[in-house]
């Protein structure tokens, strides 16, 4: 049987990917399936929290039970509804692959093959959502960004990961281990497993071992318990 540590808790978990328009029919975006934000929010409610799912584009996936789902595309309407739950949250868990940049202009019209065919799609820098919630510095909440990253033959993921939860400020950050060569199909991005490691800003890390999505975010929930005491 589960613990029923996060009784009483509200945590915000983001999930999947956003989509930015291009025009009425075409948007920009990544392929998160959204697997491991679920599987977060899933596990979060079987743990006692009351959870709030904020789910941007994902692949066909079961909504987990007994969980306040928010479906959300762009990633100002992801930023709206985390920042709006995260008001009362304990812990915000932004999971989401968010599009770093979006169209500067948005065709009113499908732009059709032809004439006035595009050169260049112009882009404008998204908000940062984790770093929004990590400067209004509410007392208490914890902030927990997750980050994909491959290693090289100077610096390897952990220390990567290291300098990303310094520069990001956030309390706990999962980072992936994602394969140098791995590919979009890489299990970390669609697949049922993932590994990686959890860093603390209190200068703990923790490794994850391949396994569920679940059993990953048993982990990172082990870690954010610990922390609100
Ligand atoms: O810097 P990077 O994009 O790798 O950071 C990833 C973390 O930041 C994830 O937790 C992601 O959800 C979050 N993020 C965000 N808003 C953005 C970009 C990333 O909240 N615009």
Redesign the pocket.
Request: proline letters at 3%; hydrophobic letters at 55%; glycine letters at 2%.
């Given at each position: 049987t589960l613990p029923r540590d996060l009784e009483g808790r509200h945590v915000v978990v983001?999930a999947g990917g956003?989509a930015e328009p291009l025009d009425p029919v075409r948007t920009l975006g990544n392929r998160s399936s959204g697997r491991q934000g679920y599987a977060l929010a899933r596990v979060a409610a079987q743990r006692g929290a009351h959870v709030t799912l904020v789910a941007g584009t994902t692949a066909d996936l079961e909504p987990p039970a007994a969980v306040d789902l928010v479906a959300v595309r762009t990633?100002e309407e992801?930023?709206r509804a985390?920042v709006d739950a995260a008001k009362d949250a304990d812990a915000v868990?932004?999971?989401?692959?968010?599009?770093?940049f979006r169209p500067t202009a948005v065709a009113g019209f499908k732009i059709k093959k032809g004439d006035d065919e595009p050169t260049a799609i112009h882009l404008t820098?998204?908000?940062?959502?984790?770093?929004?919630?990590v400067t209004e510095q509410v007392p208490g909440r914890l902030v927990?960004?997750?980050?994909?990253?491959t290693g090289d033959e100077d610096h390897d993921v952990l220390s990567y990961g290291r300098a990303?939860l310094a520069?990001?400020g956030?309390d706990l950050?999962?980072v992936n281990a994602v394969g140098a060569g791995g590919g979009a199909h890489h299990s970390a991005f669609e697949g049922a497993d993932n590994e990686g490691w959890l860093l603390g800003s209190d200068g703990s890390s923790v490794q994850l071992p391949m396994g569920s999505k679940a059993a990953l975010a048993a982990r990172v929930w082990d870690a954010v318990a610990a922390r609100l005491g």
């Open positions: 983001s956003t990633t992801m930023r985390v868990v932004m999971a989401a692959a968010v599009a770093d820098r998204n908000p940062d959502i984790l770093a929004e919630l927990v960004g997750f980050a994909a990253e990303k520069r990001k956030c950050l999962v």
